[in-house]
Each structure stands twice: as C-alpha cells, then as structure tokens.
C-alpha cells in the first residue's frame, strides 16, 4: 500500500530510487515519484502509471543530486493523476514529502491552515496538507536562524508538531531544500525501515528496496521520528524522546527477490512451494513424540492444555488459511475455533472467554486490519499470537509469540505460497494441541506422514503445470467461475475463486458444494463453469450429486479429485485435474495448488497483468 524509498550518501540518487520503487511497486502502481535536491532546489519527477513510465520521464529528465526521497502510490484520496502523484510540496516549495497512509482529518487541518494565510493546493491528496503544515511550522521556527545544525532539529521538531496534530496513519519521508543531506521519515501504522549503510543510509516501506545496497536495517515503531544522514541517524518519539533501536540482518538477499527464469512472480512462488511447505515444518516436527514443537509460541504446556477456545483473525487469502485451521484445528485438537475477519473482529465486540487463544495469520505482517484485531485482543488481555511471514513486521512484534512461515518474500500480488505455509503451521498447531488432548501417538505419527509427504506429491502437481494450462485455455470465454467443495476443502473453494478474481478479473464465487441448490443454482449455464474440489473421500458421493445437479442444467464442470475420484467423474466432468491422494488432513494443501496454477495460466491466457493486477496492491496497510 504506497512504497516510499529515500536515500542520502555519496552515489547519484536517481538510480537507487527508480530501482528501490521497482522493487515496491507491488505495494501500488498507480502513480510515482521522484523528489531530489540539486544544489538549493529540489528536481521532482511524477507521473501517473507505473515505475516504467517516470523511469522513461527520468531518462528523458534527469534529475541529479546524492539524496532524495521516492513513492510508489496505491491511491487513497485523490485519483491516480500526475497532479496526485507523490511528492507533494509546501507553499515554499522547497520541502518535498512523500506519504503512505491516510490523514483522516486533513480537511480540518487544511481549512486552519487556508485561514492562516494563502497556500495554494494543487492536488486533491491529504497528503500535500501535511506538506503545507509541516513547511508552515518550520519555516516559522526558522525566521532569523543562521546556523545550519538548528535547521535540521527545526525540521525534525515541525514535522513532530505537525503529527501532534495529525489523526490517522502514516510512513512519511521529507527532505528540504535548504538543509543538504538530511531526509526526515516518521510512522505511525506504516512500515518504515532504516538501512544502514557505508556512508550511505536508506529508507524504505520495505527491507526489500534497499537489500542489494545494505542487509543492516533498523525498523521503527509506530511514533518514531528518524532523522537521517549520510553517516548517522538519530530515532526519537513523537513525544521528543530519544530513541536507541537494535540494528537487525536481514534474512533474505537481493538474489532471493529476482523472479529467475520465471515469467511471473506469482508462478516461480507456486513453483517454490515444495521448498516453502518443507520449510514451514523445518524443526518443528518430532517423530519421537509424535507431535509438533512451536516454542515461538511462547507457551508452557500447562498453558497450552488450558487453551479452551481459538480465534483465527486475518483478511483475504490468510483468512481462508484460517477456514481451513477451523477444520483442522477442531478436528485434531477438538477445541472450538471462530475465525473472524479481522476488519470485523476488531470493531465489533466479540465475546470472549479467558481461556481463548487468538492467532493473527498475516503474510506481510502489516495489514492495517490485522494489525488492528491484535492491538484490540492484547487490549482486552487476551494472549494474542502471529502467523506471519515477514519476521520484521509489526504483528509479528507486537505479537505474544507466534510461528514465522519462513516462505521468503512472497512479491506477486496475488498470495500463493503463503497460503500453504499457513494451513501447515495450523495444521501443525492443531497437531499440538490435539496431542495434549485426545490424538493418540498413532494418529499423531500418521499426521507427521502425512505432512511430510507434502513437499514430493506438491512437485508432483507443479509437473502438471502444462496440462493445467491447456484446460484453462479452454475456458477463456468463460464469463465467470463458480467453486464448490465441502469440508476441508470449502475454504479452498474460496480461495481458488479470490485467485482467479483478483488475477483474471472474472466474476468468481466460492461456496460450500452443498448451497449450490439454496440459489446460486440459479446462476449455473453453459458459459459458466463450475469447479468443484471433490477428492474421492467421505464427501465425494455428496459432491457428486451436486456436481449432477450441475450437468443436468448445462453447466460445464471441472473437478479437482483424487486418481479413484477421477475414475467416477470420467464421462461427467467436462475436465479434471488429478492430484495425488493423501490424507483428508492435509488435502487442502494439494487442491489449491492446481488452482492457483489454472487462474494463472487463465490469467496469462487472457492477457492480464499477473503479478500487478489492476487496483490491487500487496500489503493493505490503510483500512
Ligand atoms: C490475496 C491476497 C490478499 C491478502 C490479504 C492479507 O491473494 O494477497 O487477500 O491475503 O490482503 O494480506 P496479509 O497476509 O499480508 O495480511
């Protein structure tokens, strides 16, 4: 949601910027931005649309200078126009802002300022309001102050004035014109890290614009003021304090983030799922035992018995990682589960007993919705722990303790490895709790089996890549997709029709197979087809009799089932897409892997942008 990269050192800017915006471009695309000092002025650059387009304006314009600030923009207030497009000035026009959030009183604080004295506003953006306030305050602080040093506090203090008074959230990075090599950032509910370089520092909404340059990184809390130089940075509060924070490595290297011989993100992330399920489970097995060992978990056992009630919370595809822990986690553990949209969870006031467990699943860690459900757990004392994928993020420190996925950056839009990992880390965590309960040592040993035969019958589903495309070409006509299953595999259903919304842009509806007749029936016809996940288990004659239903009324079909499964369907589903069996346990884990596959190829087929599709961005961090 919006990228901001800023840098200060001895190298031009320019290039450091456009390749730190590339690399968050998947946090939004709609415009960018370029604000570097030259001498005494500052050069911008922006432009509606994507990196590529202010690279070319950059090419053609180029904007030297050794520091400046940039923004990749998801639009919030204001569309996607050049005049909206980051950075935004004061009335000076000497101090550039970049921003990335949302300032929810921006109109209160703009007409106070209108009253004030002229500024002449050339966007429709929150974000230029801010600039104007806080070049206001610091240029009012500045009459008659000669010596260079108090400049760079002034501008450090202006901009802490200014959030005084700012309702909302914010990632924030200025620099000004008359105070050479110093760039401002600040946070409030979005990410923000420092990098740590030789005699060079950087800034960034994330680790990965900045990791060819340095793996040293510092990552500010919500309140933190940064201000930063070639040779040093300082960190301090919102309330004037300062700040000592640890510098951390980062876990991945810019290798890790190229895309390889792959066409798209999203398919060498699919293709990485072998290794990103193996990883999930990495020491976290003992066969001995037969059960899972989580010590991020932070719990002793006899709390862990204690546990009579869980609450899954998360958005999107981490949400129906959650469905399927319901599952899982009442099946292995028998322990009553809820999972809860996050965006809801924490503004409606969700009866909770004190024995209750509640788990944020999160792949970037930021969600601004999320992020909220956690905050508003820990508030009401409840243990509140992560499932996150980025280990730098905010949920995963704000949280009591957790399971990292270690699934390594996951940069296309649309969340594929991410997925599996944590349906593994619950089924892990229903394994657990299940073995402190009622599951035998031979249940929990076959459970180990079966979770460990994963990452081989995964390649064998990714081998079927080709196969899987020429059924999805089959289907380019198609006006929209219904997905059906039941029992560990209705969540799949919803998630295989979120994955071929947000990357084909086709209508898509997941539901239990069993609802079909309750009225989506009625949308059911020939150029609709109707997927149903049905391998050959205690469900498939139910899945059949809906999939009948189905046929009787024209409705193509197309099953994802087991080898036994296939043989049924043959002569009645249109297509099928065999996976390997496996225990019901740990099904759901192989059925959407061919579905992630068929919206891409879809996708592909149909021309679409898969790793950036339209009005998406990865990351949500305004709510
Ligand atoms: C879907 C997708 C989104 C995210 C959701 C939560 O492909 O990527 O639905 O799953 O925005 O994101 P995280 O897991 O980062 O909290």
Not at 368 to 397: F, M, P, Q, Y
Not at 491 to 497: D, K, R, S, T
Request: overall charge negative.
């Amino acid at each position: 949601m919006c990228g901001i990269v800023g840098y200060v050192g001895r190298a031009e800017a320019a290039p450091i910027l456009l390749d730190g915006l590339r690399r968050l471009e998947y946090r939004g695309y709609d415009s960018a931005g370029v604000a570097i000092v030259d001498g005494d002025h500052v050069e911008t650059r922006k432009c509606a649309g994507r990196i590529a387009g202010l690279s070319k304006l950059m090419a053609e314009h180029p904007a030297p200078g050794t520091y400046g600030i940039s923004h990749t923009r998801w639009a919030t207030h204001g569309k996607p126009t050049d005049q909206n497009a980051h950075p935004h000035f004061d009335e000076s026009g000497k101090l550039a802002l970049v921003h990335n959030g949302v300032i929810e009183n921006y109109q209160q604080i703009k007409d106070a300022l209108l009253q004030e004295g002229p500024h002449h506003f050339t966007s429709e953006t929150d974000t230029e309001v801010l600039a104007h306030l806080v070049g206001k305050i610091y240029d009012d602080s500045a009459v008659g102050v000669v010596d260079p040093r108090r400049h760079k506090a002034l501008l450090v203090e202006a901009l802490r004035t200014a959030l005084q008074q700012v309702i909302g959230t914010y990632g924030i990075a200025l620099v000004h014109a008359d105070i050479p090599d110093f760039i401002v950032g600040a946070r409030r509910g979005s990410p923000l890290v420092l990098g740590v370089g030789k005699d060079e520092n950087f800034l960034a909404s994330d680790v990965s614009a900045i990791v060819a340059h340095t793996r040293d990184a510092v990552y500010l809390n919500d309140f933190d003021l940064v201000a930063v130089e070639r040779d040093k940075f300082e960190i301090s509060s919102l309330a004037g304090e300062r700040g000592s924070h640890a510098i951390s490595k980062v876990e991945f290297t810019a290798e890790d983030i190229k895309k390889g011989d792959y066409p798209h993100y999203m398919l060498k992330e699919i293709f990485e799922q072998p290794g990103s399920v193996r990883d999930a489970m990495r020491g976290r097995l003992s066969v001995e035992e037969c059960t899972a060992k989580l010590g991020g978990l932070n719990m002793t056992p006899a709390q862990l018995r204690d546990v009579g009630r869980v609450v899954l919370t998360g958005c999107g595809t981490a949400l129906h990682a959650g469905m399927v822990g319901e599952y899982l986690i009442e099946q292995l553990a028998h322990i009553p589960v809820e999972v809860e949209y996050a965006s809801e969870f924490r503004h409606r006031n969700t009866p909770m007993t004190t024995d209750t467990l509640v788990f944020a699943i999160s792949q970037s860690g930021e969600t601004a919705d999320t992020l909220g459900a956690l905050r508003e757990s820990k508030r009401k004392g409840h243990r509140t722990l992560g499932i996150c994928n980025n280990v730098a993020s905010t949920i995963a420190r704000e949280s009591d303790g957790g399971v990292y996925m270690h699934a390594g950056p996951e940069i296309g839009v649309a969340a594929t490895k991410s997925f599996t990992s944590q349906v593994v880390i619950l089924t892990l965590i229903g394994l657990l709790l299940g073995r402190m309960r009622h599951l035998s040592t031979a249940e929990g040993s076959s459970i180990i089996a079966a979770l460990e035969s994963l990452p081989e019958k995964i390649e064998q589903i990714l081998k079927m890549s080709d196969q899987i495309k020429e059924v999805a070409k089959k289907y380019v006509k198609a006006t929209g997709m219904l997905f059906f299953g039941r029992q560990f595999n209705f969540p799949i259903a919803l998630e295989a029709a979120l994955k071929l919304k947000e990357i084909t842009y086709l209508y898509a509806e997941g539901h239990p197979s069993a609802e079909l007749k309750h009225g989506v029936i009625a949308l059911v016809k020939p150029e609709l087809p109707s997927v149903f996940i049905a391998p050959d288990d205690a469900v498939f004659s139910k899945n059949m009799n809906n999939i009948e239903q189905v046929r009787a009324r024209k409705g193509p079909i197309i099953a994802v089932t087991t080898a036994s499964g296939a043989a049924k369907l043959k002569g009645i589903a249109d297509d099928i897409i065999t996976v390997p069996d496996a225990d019901d346990i740990v099904m759901p884990v192989l059925t959407v892997i061919p579905l992630q596959l068929f919206a891409y190829h879809l996708a592909v087929a149909l021309g679409r942008d898969v790793d950036k599709p339209r009005n998406l961005a990865k990351s949500v961090t305004v709510e």
